[in-house]
């Protein structure tokens, strides 16, 4: 019988690579930096690494602003570092996934560059959305960027520009068949250079319909779109349902044709995750037709309380909805644009919850520094270099926290991040969070993520799916617990803040705090703990 692709249950850890070694001492990471450390990668027990941007970019955007897709910048390196990276990563059996951006460039692009020079009417303009302003000068929209301020600038002869992001970020238009032309080269590009595939920025953007039609409530809009806004959840759906920017038709046409181009690489196997944001969750699963994408981020995870209500709908529907199209989930618990989970529920909740999502179907992302149970940093105003704290005059705080380099070793800060100056500042209060401190101390988080992602691959990749566990309403018997089966392994979450019963049976093989007991042929799970049994 065929194996399953690599990627169908993969364990996928994220690396910044600003953020994760740095090799030459200037203060930020990069690729050889990421080269030096495979092992420690490798010795986490994933299967696969996914690559942040580390294009040449002026940076205005974590690199997400690219410059040029078919090069390295200088601060990570050059594309011989990157043949290097890839080389030892396979060498390791550790496939590498390279970030795409197809919604935007940056501004600093030759495109960009060109469009400027040639002026209103040109082709050159026809690869970004040119308009001209109103007839009473305003922008040809009201539309509101996702980094806050008008989605519009306007250039030297009066023309505006679209961006969603960044001013610095022009989007793309996908109408005009070059684009999708250069992209295709930027794809066959890096799979020639040995990656294994690729995750794609703003998946559901690259389509915009009614580019010149204002919208009714562009700041409930922007609003509802932005993670870190409280909103009536039935407001904020309501508004999601109107985005005129994202997740239209024609983004799936695009990822037919990519798959074809993917397919055409057979055996390696090329695979691609979507980042896109859509609205009914439903609509998540068209990027994952048979002959579409291979995965979509679910974000549900990223913002879900700790609550067993919450999470099992978030579960459930996951699941559910994917197998609709015959795919399966995927789960992340932290990544670069939001909040570290341990900062945002607490360091055992956080625990807890890898350990629950681990055992269940699908592919796990881990996101650099999650493994060490790291909160966000703390930092200063004067230390943000995130655009949407830059765009909101400070009003939102932005990504940084959740950016801030890995602590390696050694008892101060940076901590064998760098010889020089952090481009954050690591807190000194990260001590003891440091992988050298952490692969000392068997409790540690470090050694938790490795011992469940080895159980993971050892009793449950290809296991099918979950059966939830003491039938009720929503899967659990009282609001503390959360427990499904799964292969040979029952996994029980207890949320709450004191130990509670279960009736699990079978051998307990992992806890993710604390201490399991056993009454009257019960066992007792410690609180905001999660275990696995052994049948
Ligand atoms: C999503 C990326 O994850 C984020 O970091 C970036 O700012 C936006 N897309 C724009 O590219």
Known sequence: MKSAPWWKEATIYQIYPRSFFDSNGDGEGDLPGVTSQLDYVKNLGVDAIWLSPFYTSPNKDGGYDVANPRDVDPRFGNLDDAKELIAQAHKRNLRVIADIVPNHFSDQHEWFQAALDAGRGSKERERFHFYDANEDGTPPNNWISLFGGPSWTQVADGQFYLHLFDSSQPDLNWENPEVNADFEKTLRFWIDLGVDGFRIDVAHGLVKEDVLTNHPDPQGLSNALRLDVAMDSEVRNALLLTVPYFDRQGVHEIYKKWRKLFDSYGEREIMAVAEAWVHPPVN??????????HQVFNFDLLTAEFDSKVLFDVVERSISLNATVNALPTWALSNHDSPRVASRIGEEQARAL??????????????????????????????RQDPTFLRTNGQIKGRDGARVPLPWSGNTTPFGFSTGKPWLPISQSWKDLTVESELADPKSSLHLYRNALELRKEFLVGAGGITWLESSQHGHKSDSLLSYSRGAITVVMNLSDSAEECEAEGKLIIVSGGTVDARDGKKVIPARSTAWFLA
């Open 354 to 383: 890898a350990l629950f999502v681990f055992g269940l179907p699908g592919s796990a992302y881990v996101f650099a520094g999650q493994e060490l149970g790291l909160p966000d940093g703390q930092l200063q105003d004067s230390d």
């Open 284 to 293: 998540a699963t068209r990027y994952v037709r048979a002959d579409e994408l």
